[in-house]
């Protein structure tokens, strides 16, 4: 095996302003990606559990759509296909004046592919609730809203919190597909740097331990808030 | 925006189905050598030997951690590095998906092999059988068996996957339909085509899948 190692060229500019750069994206993009994924999938886990055939069939449609379709075609379709499909007005703002419309699109991408898979844990949070915790609050004069608002939810979410964590790992990860269309996330500027200096052996190692490093921190703090989150006597199981 | 033009998909038909055909290949080889290597790598984690124990787990938390694009750049790059010679990005490609998808089919394995009651192990001991037959004759197969289910929803995720073969230029179904989009402009069609064909193929092997399940309980 023949390579010439370099290891300084990582802490060289521009490739470290690179990586610096691709490290914010990339935080940037998960971070309000998940904000989306979260309040969305909340609303379409809990939209599963009503007790009304047709807001239950929009939101199962809503999650086979979004989880039996590639992340990268759908990736595709956000960035190239929608602003082709929504009125000529708002077309042409996505096109022409949209802020970072790399970004945006990737944003919108991985926030409502990874709803789909929320709402799946928000769900089976709800349902891993005994039916007489329900049939309490409504005995107490609660109406099914306030059920929902003050029993349902908040002890829901307190019970999948460990898969939750795997989620937003999971759209940490994704957010390297936004590099397909033209993001300059951690792994588009690794790639970069492999394209300017043929160092790849080096750039990949960085982007290796970004990601390692970024996850190791993520699954330290998420420890110490699942214990304080854990409600005696509720069975947590860890989502994939 | 131009009317939906259906001629731009049925044209480029014969070349799609090349690339799915690609896609298929590649799920399939790939499903069949990371279950081995996840089985194995399952088997290292329940040995009670630490140091196999310790490879085990450190290969699963270190692959899970990782992006596959990730994964896929590098065995892209470090393949013919190590080979010495040109090796076409489908053996890459390969590569990547085994190790990569191993770690997750490990863990699989691992919990259907847990669901065995341990008695089955000790009759297959009390009945002189050494570990290596009381494992591939009593306990892997009702593994498999009890993990069936899960284990081809994985290999539906890992057919979604291989569609980040595009980023290599492995012309798969999902790089045909890319390259089909740019040489004709017609970027909405195929990208919707695309999205449909994965749909139905997707969401129609989750209704056997759930279909096998409901047998399964009977």
Not at chain 2, 101 to 114: D, L, N, P, V
Not at chain 2, 175 to 194: C, K, N, P
């Amino acid at each position: 095996m023949k390579y010439n190692w370099n290891w300084g060229i990582l802490f060289e500019e521009p490739y470290f302003g690179w990586l610096v750069s691709g490290i914010e994206w990339t935080l940037i993009v998960s971070a309000i990606a998940w904000i989306i994924a979260f309040s969305l999938g909340s609303l379409v886990g809990v939209a599963r559990t009503v007790n009304s055939m047709p807001v239950r069939a929009v939101a199962t449609a809503y999650v086979e759509l979004f989880r039996n379709i590639p992340l990268l075609v759908q990736m595709f379709i956000w960035f190239y296909v929608v602003p082709e499909l929504v009125p000529d007005g708002l077309g042409r703002w996505m096109k022409r004046d949209m802020p970072f419309p790399e970004a945006t699109s990737a944003i919108l991408c991985l926030g409502t592919y990874t709803a789909s898979r929320v709402a799946e844990q928000v769900r089976a949070g709800i349902e891993s609730i005994p039916r007489g915790q329900t049939a309490a609050g409504l005995a107490m004069g609660l109406t099914l809203a306030q059920v929902y608002r003050y029993l349902l939810v908040p002890v829901g979410y307190r019970i999948i919190v460990p898969p939750l964590t795997s989620e937003f790992l999971t759209i940490f990860k994704n957010s390297s597909l936004a590099l397909t269309i033209g993001v300059g996330e951690v792994l588009m500027q690794a790639r970069q740097i492999e394209n300017y200096t043929f160092q790849g052996f080096e750039a990949f190692t960085a982007a290796t331990l970004i990601y390692v490093v970024v996850t190791l921190i993520v699954v330290f703090a998420m420890d110490r808030i699942e214990k304080r989150a854990r409600i005696p006597g509720y069975g947590v199981q860890r989502g994939q | 925006m131009g009317a939906f033009d259906f001629g731009a998909i049925t044209r480029a038909l014969p070349y799609l189905w090349d690339g799915m055909q690609l896609s298929l290949l590649l799920t399939g080889l790939s499903a069949a050598g990371s279950i081995v290597l996840g089985t194995i790598l399952a088997l290292m984690r329940l040995s009670g030997i630490k140091p196999l124990q310790w490879i085990g787990a450190t290969w699963v938390n270190f692959f899970r951690s990782l992006p596959l694009l990730l994964v896929i750049f590098w065995f892209y790059f470090l393949v013919p590095l190590i080979a010495q010679r040109q090796v076409d990005a489908f053996q890459s490609a390969l590569v990547g998906f085994v190790l990569f998808e191993a770690a997750y089919y490990c863990e699989i394995m691992r919990s259907g092999i847990q669901s065995i009651s341990r008695g089955q192990a000790w009759a297959g001991y009390a009945l002189g059988l050494r570990y290596s037959q009381t494992m591939r004759f009593i306990v892997l197969p009702q593994a498999f068996r009890n993990m069936l289910p899960v284990l081809l929803t994985q290999t539906i995720i890992l057919f979604q996957d291989t569609s980040l073969v595009f980023v290599v230029g492995l012309a798969d179904f999902m790089t045909s339909a890319v390259t089909v989009a740019q040489r004709d402009g017609r970027l909405m069609e195929l990208y919707i085509f695309a999205a449909a064909v994965y749909f139905l193929m997707c969401y129609g092997a989750s209704l056997y899948v759930k279909f096998l399940q409901k047998k399964m309980h009977q």
